[in-house]
């Protein structure tokens, strides 16, 4: 499965961005799929995680009531809704299909990797 994140960019302080994360295959409709993040000089961090159905979401608490994470498994594409943006969250957000159906903040849980989308938010 190859996944391909996009609509990273530049973004002020108290905005919006939405990025996606579409997957090569359909077989991705059954997984769980995570974002990550990784700023300059940090580790990857989890930032939220949605079951194969959309049933299921996690957040990390840094992102909790600010993002939303949803998927159209029509289009096997999962979206990160990001809101009232920080610039604590400039990163390279990566997307990444779980080894099941559900979602989880544990990196050696996903086994496919997206490429990486750089959002920068300005103060």
């Known amino acids: 499965v190859q996944l391909q994140a996009s609509g990273g960019g530049l973004e002020q302080t108290g905005g919006s961005l939405k990025i996606s994360c579409t997957a090569s295959?359909?077989?991705?409709?059954?997984?769980?799929v995570g974002w990550f993040r990784q700023a300059p000089g940090k580790e990857r961090e989890f930032v939220a995680a949605?079951?194969?159905?959309?049933?299921?979401?996690l957040y990390a608490d840094s992102v909790k009531g600010r993002f939303a994470i949803s998927r159209d498994n029509a289009k096997s594409t999962v979206y990160l809704q990001m809101n009232t943006l920080k610039p604590e969250d400039t990163a390279v957000y990566y997307c990444?299909?779980?080894?099941?159906?559900?979602?989880?903040?544990?990196?050696?849980?996903?086994?496919?990797w997206g490429q990486g989308t750089l959002v920068t938010v300005s103060s």
């Open positions: 990444a299909a779980a080894r099941t159906s559900y979602g989880s903040r544990r990196v050696n849980d996903y086994n496919y």
């Open positions: 295959k359909r077989t991705f409709n059954n997984n769980g």
């Open positions: 949605i079951s194969w159905n959309g049933g299921v979401t």
